[in-house]
């Protein structure tokens, strides 16, 4: 089976702008969550979704939003981009929402860069 | 919240060796999971090993094994005969099992592993 696979893997945007990511999930695969990785606040939880539906959102403004369609891919929008957005932003997907052997597979992430 | 805390932020070992990497976490709940991620230069995030707290028996997985000590809240990641491809990232992850609290990862800061030859 392919992997996760995240679209595009490198942006550059400017302040204000907006973006939009993707993620792929492994065949089969119906829960994708995503995660902002920063040198200085570490990986941070942003949301996770199940069959289209959002389960969990973490602790982010409203400028970051997602959404997930009927065959499991995932996107995320971040709206009015600040400096700090700049992140590798990472996707993770499993077969189903729950359970302890339901183990979570990571893409290769996407590297924003705000100027 | 449950906090997880790596208090290494970076760590040496000379290959063949054994290396053991600390996490504390904090949280009031009796069950859940933890886990060991690693990211090498490429970001990609790969499953090292994981624990769920009702099983008493360590994980271990080949050269990988962690140290559980639940009452001092401490999973600790032991890496024996270290190899040059063991250089990377590593990550201390909790994650809930109550459903209403959804399934994320609460990740530590991480401990960057050189591995020397």
């Known amino acids: 089976k392919a992997g996760v696979t995240q679209t595009p893997r490198y942006l550059i945007k400017t302040r204000g702008q907006q973006v939009t990511l993707s993620c792929s999930p492994i065949?089969?695969?119906?829960?994708v969550s995503w995660y902002q990785q920063t040198p200085g606040q570490g990986l941070q939880f942003l949301f996770e979704?199940?069959?289209?539906?959002?389960?969990n959102k973490g602790n982010f403004p409203g400028r970051f939003s997602g959404r997930q369609f009927s065959n499991s891919r995932s996107e995320m929008n971040v709206s009015t981009l600040e400096l700090g957005d700049s992140a590798l932003y990472l996707c993770a997907s499993r077969e189903r929402a729950g359970g302890p052997s339901n183990e979570q597979f990571f893409g290769p992430g996407t590297r924003l860069t705000v100027l | 919240a449950q906090t997880v805390t790596q208090s290494q932020p970076e760590m040496s070992v000379q290959e063949a060796e054994t290396v053991t990497l600390s996490c504390t976490y904090d949280t009031s709940e009796s069950d859940y999971y933890l886990f060991w991620y690693k990211q090498p230069p490429s970001r990609q995030m790969i499953l090292v090993i994981r624990q769920e707290a009702y099983k008493q028996q360590n994980a271990t997985e080949n050269r990988f094994s962690v140290n559980f000590q639940k009452a001092a809240k401490s999973f600790s990641l032991k890496i024996s005969d270290s190899q040059l491809g063991d250089a990377a990232m590593y990550f201390c992850a909790y994650r809930t099992t109550n459903s209403n609290s959804g399934y994320a990862l609460n990740f530590g800061k991480g401990t960057s592993l050189l591995v020397t030859p």
């Open positions: 979704y199940f069959s289209e539906t959002q389960r």
């Open positions: 065949s089969g695969h119906r829960s």
